[in-house]
T-cell receptor, first 113, second 117 residues
Framework: GDSVTQMEGPVTLSEEAFLTINCTYTATGYPSLFWYVQYPGEGLQLLLKATKADDKGSNKGFEATYRKETTSFHLEKGSVQVSDSAVYFCALSDRNQGGKLIFGQGTELSVKP | NAGVTQTPKFQVLKTGQSMTLQCAQDMNHEYMSWYRQDPGMGLRLIHYSVGAGITDQGEVPNGYNVSRSTTEDFPLRLLSAAPSQTSVYFC????????????????FGEGSRLTVL
């Protein structure tokens, strides 16, 4: 079945460092891809999304490009802030599987001042 | 705008007890779902509903029941709690129904932390 694999955390960075969180997926159809973020003590919220190959999703300085050839959707940010400390989840939604959202295991990011 | 509201936020149960986690949304979303979040395992889908009167199983449905009598409410019932059900539970809803124009853009509640002793 469909699945999502993320790099393991925790990831610890200094403020203003460059961030990459790797995400790869397996899907039988043509999924939409998402990054969700969970701040401490809160539910998940959508960070960005891409619905077809080569689309780039972006929000709050974060970017991710849908790469069909490598089945990847890596999350990047050029300069992280302490306020970016959170858990990041990569996810896919495949219409061939009823459109349900399938999540990766999450990657915890800690940004130090 | 309240969004997705879950109650209770915290609950401690003894093995064998039953309880219901409540979920309500005020966005007129057709799609609602329940996930559990466990360390190192991400979120796993328990049950979901594409509209009132319609429910279906997700990845880990055993030990849980759901019903959807109204568009707004989607309670999750634990019939006989087990320590393996200790987890954080999230309810989430979406504008569109699965298989139609589902964008996958879920709106989450703040979670319910359940401990089963």
């Amino acid at each position: 079945g469909d699945s999502v694999t993320q790099m393991e955390g925790p990831v610890t960075l200094s403020e203003e460092a460059f961030l990459t969180i790797n995400c790869t997926y397996t899907a039988t159809g043509y999924p939409s891809l998402f990054w969700y973020v969970q701040y401490p003590g809160e539910g998940l919220q959508l960070l960005l999304k891409a619905t077809k190959a080569d689309d780039k999703g972006s929000n709050k300085g974060f970017e991710a490009t849908y790469r069909k050839e490598t089945t990847s959707f890596h999350l990047e940010k050029g300069s992280v802030q302490v306020s970016d400390s959170a858990v990041y989840f990569c996810a896919l939604s495949d219409r061939n599987q009823g459109g349900k959202l399938i999540f990766g295991q999450g990657t915890e990011l800690s940004v130090k001042p | 705008n309240a969004g997705v509201t879950q109650t209770p936020k915290f609950q401690v149960l003894k093995t064998g007890q039953s309880m219901t986690l409540q979920c309500a949304q005020d966005m007129n979303h057709e799609y609602m779902s329940w996930y559990r979040q466990d360390p190192g395992m991400g979120l796993r889908l328990i049950h979901y509903s594409v509209g009132a009167g319609i429910t279906d199983q997700g990845e880990v449905p055993n030990g849980y029941n759901v019903s959807r009598s109204t568009t707004e409410d989607f309670p999750l019932r634990l019939l006989s709690a087990a320590p393996s059900q200790t987890s954080v539970y999230f309810c989430a809803s979406s504008y569109a129904i699965a298989g139609s124009t589902n964008t996958g853009e879920l709106f989450f509640g703040e979670g319910s932390r359940l401990t089963v002793l």
